[in-house]
Each structure stands twice: as structure tokens, then as C-alpha cells.
């Protein structure tokens, strides 16, 4: 250190450039250069994030007056018992139970995908598994959303090739079901379930492909050499292995579609989802403090899951 900093007074003597001396400056006190590097961001990340994400959650513990229509600016937990009225229960229980589904399906097909391409995609082909999943991602979010609702339309390409396959009897049948049925696939909670899964796909393929990318090969064949059959080398090797990248994904998938208010609004009926909801009440209602409110349901559900996935040992790997 001494030498470095003997090294540092003979470049001041023989004189140097600003830059020079700010280097020497930034050598000497590491801290400086540090404080310097991370300030701007962590102040943007504590005043503009977080800042205004406490702002609204603050928001939640006021209460609107119902006369009045303004906000009563005094700590009360009225609309948290607004928010567990059947109706908004009815919201939340609807959005969580379709995200569930979402994550369930979403991990089951990409699953397969996922370990194509870990074990036996190479070269071009490797090239082509990354552009099939990229490349929707690369388009308009909107505009794939509004092709789906052309898709799922009871004018639409799906409900022609049903016709055409002479299966329009199970399409039928499965709109006539009363709760996931509707019009039309447009107009149904499986329309927006299979837009759902559909948009969030590549969010699990990805992290569940990185997963099994570090799996072993020789794993999988000490597992054969010692007699496992498929079934019991997939449940007790590639499955706890690839389970870190299963939970990175499921987060993504899961947390979404909790959030999400575009897809339920374009496709399928006039239920409320949390999104929605959260949309209505602070536009159009000009409620936000049970806007707020809705917004603590994700953060909760999401706290928790994560805090139970942690303690599965889950994020080891990772």
C-alpha cells in the first residue's frame, strides 16, 4: 500500500490530467467510488420504487367517505373490511385460483420443452429453440392478445377447425360447461386461461431449460446403471435438480397473472380479476384506498410463497 500510494505522489509530481487525479482520488478512499457507483441507483430504487410503493400502501389504511366521495385521511382498517366483502373475496379467490392453474399447466408443458432442449438440442437446432420461444416475446404485447380473441372469436380459426375436424360437438360441450364456459372461447375463463398460458409460457420454459442445463449426465446414468426405472430416476434426480428453475418460473408465471388486467379485459366475460379491480377503483371509481388494497393481495400471496419455497431449500441452486 505504501508502495502504491509513494507511486500516486510521484504521478502528482510529474503533473497529470484531471481524470489522472480523480483516478488517484477514487484509489485512495475505495468507499468514495463506491458511494458514487451505487448513489443514484439505490436513491432512484429507495425514492421512486419503493418510495411510491409505501406511498400506496399507506393509501390502503384510509378509508372514502360514501358521501362525500373523498378520502377520510385518518388510520383506520375499514377498507381492509371492505376488501373481505364476498364480492372482492370472490375477485381474489378467482384471480389466485386462475393463476394457480396457469402455473400448474405451464410447468407440466413446459416441462418436456424444456428438457428437449437441455438434453438434445445442439447447434442449429439449439438456435431454433431460442427463437421459437423469443421471438413471440419480441412482438406487441397487445397484438398478441388481440389475435387470440380473433383466434378464440366464435368466428375465429379454432372454432372453424373444430368444424372442420367434426368435433364442434366438444366444443360445444365444453362451452356449456357453467363455470369455464361462456359464448365463446373469447367469452369464457378457459379463453383467457389458454391466453394466459400462452403469454407466460416462455417465462417457464426458460428458467426450468437453464435448471436442467446443470443437471449431470452422469447422475442420470448412475441412476440407470443402479436399476432405477425412468419414472424413479425422474423423481429422485432430475426433479429435485430441476426444481429451482421450476420455482423461478412458476414466480414469474404465478405473480403475472395475478397482476394482470389486460388479458381478462379483452378476453373473456365482465367478472373482475385483482388487476381489474385495482384499474376500476383507482380510474374510474376514484377508490384508492381499496385500490390499495387490492394491491397488498399479490404482495401477501407472494411473500408467502416465497418465504415456503425458501424453506423447501428451493433457491440453493439458484
Same mark, same amino acid.
Given at each position: 500500500?505504501?508502495?502504491? %500510494?509513494?507511486?500516486? &505522489? %510521484?504521478?502528482?509530481?510529474q503533473?497529470?490530467? @484531471?481524470?489522472?487525479?480523480?483516478?488517484?482520488?477514487?484509489?485512495?478512499?475505495?468507499?468514495?467510488?463506491l458511494?458514487?457507483?451505487?448513489?443514484?441507483?439505490?436513491?432512484?430504487?429507495?425514492?421512486?420504487? %419503493?418510495?411510491?410503493?409505501?406511498?400506496?400502501?399507506?393509501?390502503?389504511?384510509?378509508?372514502?367517505?360514501?358521501?362525500?366521495?373523498?378520502?377520510?385521511?385518518?388510520?383506520?382498517?375499514?377498507?381492509?373490511?371492505?376488501?373481505?366483502?364476498p364480492? !372482492?373475496?370472490?375477485?381474489?379467490i378467482?384471480?389466485?385460483?386462475?393463476?394457480?392453474?396457469?402455473?400448474?399447466?405451464?410447468?407440466?408443458?413446459a416441462?418436456?420443452?424444456?428438457?428437449?432442449?437441455?438434453?438434445?438440442?445442439?447447434?442449429?437446432?439449439?438456435?431454433?429453440?431460442?427463437?421459437?420461444?423469443?421471438?413471440?416475446?419480441?412482438?406487441?404485447?397487445?397484438?398478441? %392478445?388481440?389475435?387470440?380473441?380473433?383466434?378464440?372469436?366464435?368466428?375465429?380459426?379454432?372454432?372453424?377447425?373444430?368444424?372442420?375436424?367434426h368435433?364442434?360437438?366438444?366444443?360445444?360441450?365444453?362451452?356449456? /360447461? @357453467?363455470?369455464i364456459?361462456?359464448?365463446?372461447?373469447?367469452?369464457?375463463?378457459?379463453g383467457?386461461?389458454?391466453?394466459?398460458?400462452?403469454?407466460?409460457?416462455p417465462?417457464? /420454459?426458460? @428458467?426450468?431449460?437453464?435448471?436442467?442445463?446443470?443437471?449431470?449426465?452422469?447422475?442420470?446414468?448412475?441412476?440407470?446403471?443402479?436399476g432405477?426405472?425412468p419414472?424413479?430416476t425422474?423423481?429422485?434426480?432430475?426433479? @429435485?435438480?430441476?426444481?429451482p &428453475?421450476?420455482?423461478? &418460473?412458476?414466480?414469474?408465471?404465478?405473480?403475472?397473472?395475478?397482476?394482470?388486467?389486460i388479458?381478462?379485459?379483452?378476453?373473456? !366475460?365482465?367478472?373482475?380479476?385483482?388487476?381489474?379491480?385495482?384499474?376500476?377503483?383507482?380510474?374510474?371509481?376514484? !377508490?384508492?384506498?381499496?385500490?390499495?388494497?387490492?394491491?397488498?393481495?399479490?404482495?401477501?400471496?407472494?411473500?408467502?410463497?416465497?418465504? /415456503?419455497?425458501?424453506?423447501? &431449500?428451493?433457491?440453493d441452486?439458484?
Amino acid at each position: 500500500m505504501s508502495e502504491a %500510494v509513494a507511486a500516486i &505522489g %510521484v504521478v502528482e509530481q510529474q503533473g497529470g490530467g @484531471p481524470l489522472r487525479r480523480l483516478s488517484d482520488i477514487f484509489y485512495l478512499h475505495p468507499r468514495l467510488f463506491l458511494a458514487l457507483l451505487l448513489g443514484p441507483p439505490l436513491i432512484w430504487l429507495g425514492l421512486v420504487y %419503493v418510495g411510491s410503493l409505501v406511498a400506496l400502501l399507506a393509501q390502503s389504511f384510509f378509508r372514502l367517505d360514501e358521501f362525500t366521495g373523498l378520502i377520510v385521511y385518518k388510520p383506520t382498517l375499514a377498507t381492509y373490511a371492505e376488501l373481505l366483502a364476498p364480492a !372482492n373475496l370472490d375477485i381474489i379467490i378467482r384471480t389466485v385460483t386462475m393463476a394457480a392453474l396457469v402455473t400448474i399447466a405451464a410447468a407440466i408443458i413446459a416441462f418436456p420443452i424444456a428438457y428437449f432442449a437441455a438434453r438434445y438440442a445442439r447447434g442449429r437446432w439449439k438456435v431454433f429453440f431460442y427463437l421459437g420461444i423469443m421471438l413471440p416475446l419480441w412482438s406487441s404485447y397487445l397484438v398478441r %392478445v388481440y389475435a387470440w380473441k380473433l383466434i378464440l372469436a366464435k368466428e375465429g380459426i379454432l372454432t372453424w377447425l373444430f368444424g372442420k375436424l367434426h368435433l364442434s360437438w366438444l366444443l360445444d360441450a365444453i362451452l356449456s /360447461i @357453467p363455470v369455464i364456459g361462456g359464448p365463446s372461447l373469447s367469452i369464457s375463463y378457459t379463453g383467457t386461461f389458454l391466453v394466459f398460458l400462452y403469454i407466460w409460457l416462455p417465462f417457464m /420454459i426458460l @428458467p426450468v431449460q437453464a435448471a436442467l442445463e446443470r443437471v449431470p449426465v452422469s447422475l442420470i446414468e448412475a441412476s440407470a446403471d443402479l436399476g432405477a426405472r425412468p419414472g424413479q430416476t425422474f423423481r429422485a434426480v432430475i426433479l @429435485p435438480l430441476a426444481l429451482p &428453475g421450476i420455482v423461478a &418460473g412458476s414466480i414469474f408465471t404465478f405473480s403475472l397473472t395475478l397482476g394482470d388486467y389486460i388479458i381478462p379485459q379483452i378476453i373473456g !366475460n365482465s367478472r373482475l380479476f385483482i388487476g381489474m379491480a385495482v384499474y376500476a377503483h383507482q380510474g374510474t371509481a376514484g !377508490n384508492i384506498p381499496l385500490a390499495a388494497a387490492f394491491t397488498v393481495v399479490p404482495i401477501v400471496i407472494m411473500g408467502i410463497y416465497l418465504t /415456503i419455497a425458501r424453506k423447501m &431449500g428451493a433457491f440453493d441452486a439458484l
